[in-house]
């Protein structure tokens, strides 16, 4: 049974007060499930880092940032370098969401060098990809996901693997008036990617989990989760109050061992 991973990314939502309550609700109610049959980490707005990371097990629950510079220092005003976060102690970053890439008009070329970054500190990894839906009327999905894992792991050695993850985020499906992807859908385009981080790693690549995330919720959770290209749930709104978290984790993880 393969370990299934289970996160959530806070964006510009709960102070630092909510986001360690929340933390430490998430916590308690799911420090009964072995973390050797699932992983579980929440990436918190940058106010609520520092409190989170001392305040949090994190045997429990991983901590990761939601961007980072690519330079370790200099005139970057309103960026945060990669020394940083290591003074924060954290888990992971996660690099390339949607909101980075097309509100902020991140390239390519600096997710790339962004994730070169991330590694070279050791840090847990996390690419985010994604179509936008005019790509995907075009019938260029494919070729977009590709090109964006292509680039994003330009001149990264097969040795990194295990400290990288790939979360499929197809951009038309986030956000409050998102539309989920049909279980069959993700699963083609998980498929995609994996095909790629193949070509890319070679049998390294059975290491990287490819999650998915987009307008992930109780009513589909478990369908996509059965998929078999796919690793586990990034989840958004859905994740944002402890209970129901827990309660979706629960349920997931259940039907899961169920059609195992």
């Known amino acids: 049974m393969k370990k ?134 075009y019938g260029i999905s494919k070729e977009v996901l590709r090109k964006q894992l292509i680039v994003g792991f330009h001149n990264v050695s097969p040795v990194y693997a295990k400290k990288i993850w790939v979360a499929y985020e197809p951009v038309w499906s986030i956000g409050v008036n998102g539309i989920p992807a049909s279980p069959d859908y993700a699963e083609e385009m998980h498929k995609v990617i994996k095909e790629c981080l193949y070509e890319l790693f070679g049998e390294n690549s059975n290491e990287i989990p490819v999650l998915y995330g987009g307008s992930v919720n109780a009513s589909n959770a478990n369908e996509l989760i059965t998929k078999e290209s796919v690793d586990g749930l990034f989840i958004g709104r859905a994740a944002w109050d402890a209970e129901k978290f827990n309660s979706l984790i629960r349920d997931v993880r259940r039907n899961y061992n169920n059609q195992e």
Request: hydrophobic share 35%.
């Open 4 to 137: 299934l991973y289970f996160g959530s990314n806070l964006k510009m939502y709960k102070n630092r007060k909510d986001t360690v309550s929340y933390l430490q609700e998430l916590a308690e109610l799911t420090k009964d499930i072995s973390r050797e049959e699932f992983h579980l980490f929440i990436i918190p707005s940058y106010t609520s880092l520092e409190a989170a990371s001392e305040q949090i097990d994190r045997n429990l629950i991983q901590i990761g940032a939601q961007n980072m510079c690519w330079e370790e220092q200099g005139q970057f005003t309103g960026e945060i370098s990669p020394l940083m976060l290591k003074e924060m102690n954290l888990d992971l970053v996660m690099i390339g969401h949607s909101e980075r890439r097309h509100v902020f008009r991140e390239t390519d070329i600096e997710e790339n060098k962004k994730v070169l970054a991330a590694l070279k500190h050791d840090f847990q990894t996390l690419l985010c990809v994604g179509e936008t839906l005019e790509e995907k009327e």
